[in-house]
């Protein structure tokens, strides 16, 4: 995969056909100011653009994957920078939510706020021992503003996900694992090649059969569970007549492995 990217505060990585992006602000604990949202958003493009196949998202350093949204920069904001400040963090968790391909949080160490927030837009997030996670803006005197209210109780359920936003309950990785929030830990030290396990793993899958299944469970946050069915009934007849499917069947039936498109 061909892909050149360069931003101060923000890295990227390319292996096989995964992208590996890192925010880049260590000494902040990779807190997200405006600079960097950008930057992240353009990272995502850039990753779309060269056809990555899976993408990994992780914060740089030892101690945080995302320490949150700059709480330096929001202190002295006006109603209307912050709704704009918003509307950022909204663009960039949907864009990662709509990525067509899948994306894994390396949720390597803090992920509070706005950066438990991004995580939660990924597809799926493996933690680190260390992970602590959480909506911790109650206690900042603000509520969570990049889809927490929205995406948090999708996957924990209402009850944790009101006892983590009162309380600005900061979670260890074992407590975001039994909650649903985290789907796997491993040690510190082997985070970062289990990742690129999983996402090269990702990568090898066929990529249309992937996007539809994404795309599909992402409708059940759009949708009622009738309008949902309708859409996976669509979507799953679609895939039929592919190459992809084709060969995936032929394959079971001939007792062989596959070669995806
Ligand atoms: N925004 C801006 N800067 C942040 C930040 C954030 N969300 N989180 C950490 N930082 C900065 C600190 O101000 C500090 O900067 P300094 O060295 O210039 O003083 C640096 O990152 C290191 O943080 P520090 O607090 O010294 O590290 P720690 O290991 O003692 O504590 C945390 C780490 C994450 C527990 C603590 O920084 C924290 O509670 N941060 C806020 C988390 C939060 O509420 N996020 C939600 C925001 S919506």
Same mark, same amino acid.
Request: aromatic letters at 6%.
């Given at each position: 995969m061909d892909l050149a990217f360069d931003a101060e505060t923000v890295s990227v990585e390319t292996g096989g056909d995964v992208a590996r992006i890192a925010v880049n602000r260590p000494d902040s604990l990779n807190a997200l100011n405006v600079e960097t949202l950008g930057s992240l958003a353009d990272a995502f493009s850039a990753a779309e653009d060269a056809g990555a196949r899976a993408v990994v998202l992780t914060g740089a350093?030892?101690?945080?994957f995302v320490a949150g949204a700059d709480i330096v920069h929001m202190s002295e904001m006006s109603t209307p920078e912050a709704l704009a400040y918003a509307e950022m963090g909204h663009r960039l968790c949907r864009q990662i939510e709509e990525f067509p391909a899948p994306v894994v949080a390396a949720v390597n160490g803090y992920a509070f706020g706005g950066g438990c927030e991004l995580a939660l837009a990924c597809d799926l997030r493996v933690a680190s021992e260390r992970a602590l996670v959480g909506q911790t803006e109650v206690n900042l005197g &603000? &509520?969570?503003?990049?889809?927490g209210t929205q995406r948090l109780p999708r996957l924990v359920g209402d009850e944790l996900a009101r006892r983590m936003i009162f309380f600005s309950e900061r979670v260890d990785a074992s407590d975001a694992h039994e909650y649903g929030l985290i789907g796997e830990i491993v040690a510190h030290d082997e985070l970062d090649e289990r990742v690129r396990e999983m996402a090269a793993q990702l990568a090898a899958k066929p990529q249309h059969a992937l996007k539809a299944a994404k795309d599909a469970l992402n409708a059940t946050h759009e949708s009622s569970l009738t309008s949902g069915l309708a859409y996976e009934r669509r979507t799953f007849a679609g895939l039929f007549g592919t190459h992809d499917q084709r060969e995936g069947m032929a394959a079971f039936t001939e007792d062989r492995d596959p070669e995806f498109e």
């Amino acid at each position: 995969m061909d892909l050149a990217f360069d931003a101060e505060t923000v890295s990227v990585e390319t292996g096989g056909d995964v992208a590996r992006i890192a925010v880049n602000r260590p000494d902040s604990l990779n807190a997200l100011n405006v600079e960097t949202l950008g930057s992240l958003a353009d990272a995502f493009s850039a990753a779309e653009d060269a056809g990555a196949r899976a993408v990994v998202l992780t914060g740089a350093g030892e101690k945080a994957f995302v320490a949150g949204a700059d709480i330096v920069h929001m202190s002295e904001m006006s109603t209307p920078e912050a709704l704009a400040y918003a509307e950022m963090g909204h663009r960039l968790c949907r864009q990662i939510e709509e990525f067509p391909a899948p994306v894994v949080a390396a949720v390597n160490g803090y992920a509070f706020g706005g950066g438990c927030e991004l995580a939660l837009a990924c597809d799926l997030r493996v933690a680190s021992e260390r992970a602590l996670v959480g909506q911790t803006e109650v206690n900042l005197g &603000i &509520i969570p503003g990049w889809g927490g209210t929205q995406r948090l109780p999708r996957l924990v359920g209402d009850e944790l996900a009101r006892r983590m936003i009162f309380f600005s309950e900061r979670v260890d990785a074992s407590d975001a694992h039994e909650y649903g929030l985290i789907g796997e830990i491993v040690a510190h030290d082997e985070l970062d090649e289990r990742v690129r396990e999983m996402a090269a793993q990702l990568a090898a899958k066929p990529q249309h059969a992937l996007k539809a299944a994404k795309d599909a469970l992402n409708a059940t946050h759009e949708s009622s569970l009738t309008s949902g069915l309708a859409y996976e009934r669509r979507t799953f007849a679609g895939l039929f007549g592919t190459h992809d499917q084709r060969e995936g069947m032929a394959a079971f039936t001939e007792d062989r492995d596959p070669e995806f498109e």
